[in-house]
């Protein structure tokens, strides 16, 4: 304290002055709050005689029922038979009998009106053969493995190709063809082909064997050098293998 004191003369005199300000108001702040807490004790009004008699009584009602609920439960253990004597013995509600014209339940019958029927389907008996091509899905659906998806899904896929060349084509939709081929024939009569000659680029690329830059090709390669014969110049094009080839050359139609 005395070297602070000491050390106090020796600061400026905005110094000095900064310093008793502070101290001036640590020292009124602490004043503030002894004088606040002195000043303000919470005062509890002690309870009167009344309220005291009122609260024994409510303590003792309480402790009354607990100790008559204590003795029932240690009656009831010690004696068996007056638990299952206590306890309500079910009666089964008696079912008033219902008129004549109610006896009869009809609304079941109302329900299946108004579900769908499904008819089961007769299936084809081993050694029938159906032609792939003309086949509807009624008719598919005869066929034992093929139910009403796969059968939908084959219809779907040959009238995106044009129709199959073989039974093998199924593969491309993942339908196990191989438990298949004795069901189908396939004619490619019926195979419903696109005119080389006149057709355009968009209409070559729709089908699902011909990609965008092979019917390009070919139609760029009709432009340059006249009709189409065959597809024998695309050997040596980028855009096609042989066997995209052979595969295209079943729904091309090279008649004017």
Request: aromatic residues 10%; hydrophobic residues 35%; proline residues 5%.
């Amino acid at each position: 304290m005395w070297q602070f004191l000491k050390d106090f003369h020796y600061y400026r005199p905005a110094d000095q002055r900064a310093i008793v300000v502070l101290l001036t108001l640590i020292f009124i702040t602490i004043g503030a709050t002894l004088y606040y807490e002195h000043t303000h004790k919470p005062t509890v009004s002690p309870m009167d005689e009344a309220q005291l008699q009122v609260f024994a009584d409510s303590l003792q009602h309480q402790d009354s029922l607990r100790a008559s609920r204590r003795q029932v439960l240690a009656e009831r253990r010690n004696n068996p038979a007056r638990q299952s004597s206590e306890r309500p013995v079910y009666q089964p509600r008696q079912r008033s009998e219902r008129p004549e014209y109610q006896k009869k339940d009809t609304v079941p019958s109302l329900l299946m009106d108004t579900l769908p029927r499904y008819e089961k389907i007769e299936k084809y008996e081993p050694g029938t053969v159906v032609d792939l091509n003309k086949a509807d899905t009624t008719e598919l659906k005869k066929i034992p493995g093929i139910g009403t998806v796969i059968a939908n899904m084959i219809v779907n896929y040959r009238n995106q190709l044009g129709g199959f060349y073989q039974v093998e084509q199924l593969q491309e939709i993942n339908i196990d063809a191989s438990k298949l081929l004795s069901w189908f024939k396939v004619d490619e009569a019926d195979i419903r082909q696109i005119p080389i000659n006149h057709a355009s680029v968009d209409r070559l690329r729709h089908h699902p064997y011909i990609n965008f830059y092979q019917a390009k090709a070919l139609v760029e390669h009709r432009r340059k050098h006249g009709n189409l014969t065959s597809l024998k110049p695309f050997v040596l094009y980028d855009e096609f293998t042989e066997e995209e080839l052979e595969r295209i050359s079943h729904y091309l139609s090279f008649i004017d």
